[in-house]
Structure formats: structure tokens, C-alpha cells
């Protein structure tokens, strides 16, 4: 079975990052756009929901790490150099629970509505969070 192709934008993401700290007062952001291939026989069977759910844990390992358990939705650079594992989540408590699942360098991202410009089928599967806008 061919693995299905998705384009990651990590600078996304890394503006979404969560965290305890103070924010700086001036967010510098390198985007990289890097095109990576699922792997189903890696992650379980739960879909990556993108634009339904507003949190997201992420894990990024070398791909020829030692393989996470399979949970998630998994995809690996064409290169083979890095695997990312993604669990989207309802809430920040599950988006942290998961986190924790997949390891202590597995950051929690927000989904920011006032950022966005979501598909009409995201904002018809969760209205509620897309109504922030």
C-alpha cells in the first residue's frame, strides 16, 4: 500500500507552541515546508482530524529511532532523517496526556483561530471553535 503524502508547515506549528514561559516580545519564525509520507503501520488506526480538534501533540524523532508506540498518525521524511507523530486532541489536558505518551520532547500546539482561514467543511465540523475569529 502506497503511504498517502501531506505537507507539514513546522514554522506553523512552532508558532502555535504552547508553554509555560512568557512569550518573547518578538516571535521570529523560519517556515519550512517539509512533504512527508504516512505510515500507517506505525501509528494506530485513529485519523489525524485537521481542523476538528484545537490542539495537537507533536513528536518529532529520528526515523530510525527506536519506533514509538503505536499511537498517533505517523509520517516520515522522504530522506528518512525524521518521523513526526501527531495526536490531535479535544482539549489541552488530553493534548497534554498525549504529550506525555509520546515522550518528553513532544511539544503541545494550539490551533489559533484568529490565525486561520479554515475550509468550510473544518468550520462545519467544529463551529464552535471556529466561531473565534
Known amino acids: ?65 527506536v519506533p514509538l508506540p503505536r499511537i498517533g498518525t505517523a509520517f516520515d521524511e522522504p530522506e528518512g532523517s525524521s518521523r513526526f507523530t501527531v495526536i490531535g486532541a479535544a482539549t489541552r489536558a488530553e493534548a497534554e496526556a498525549a504529550a506525555a505518551s509520546l515522550g518528553a520532547d513532544a511539544l503541545v500546539f494550539e490551533v489559533r483561530p484568529s490565525w486561520s482561514k479554515p475550509a468550510n467543511a473544518w468550520v462545519a465540523a467544529n463551529p464552535e471553535l471556529w466561531a473565534r475569529r
Not at 26 to 31: C, E, K, Y
Not at 34 to 61: H, K, N
Request: hydrophobic share 50%; charged share 15%; no cysteine.
Open 1 to 65: 500500500m502506497r503511504p498517502s503524502r501531506v505537507s507539514l508547515l513546522l514554522g506553523t506549528l512552532a508558532a502555535g507552541a504552547l508553554s509555560a514561559q512568557e512569550p518573547p516580545a518578538l516571535l521570529q519564525i523560519t517556515v519550512e515546508t517539509i512533504i512527508a509520507a504516512r505510515q500507517p503501520e506505525l501509528g494506530d488506526s485513529s485519523p489525524w482530524r485537521i481542523g476538528e480538534l484545537q490542539f495537537a501533540a507533536v513528536a518529532i524523532t529520528p526515523a530510525r529511532h
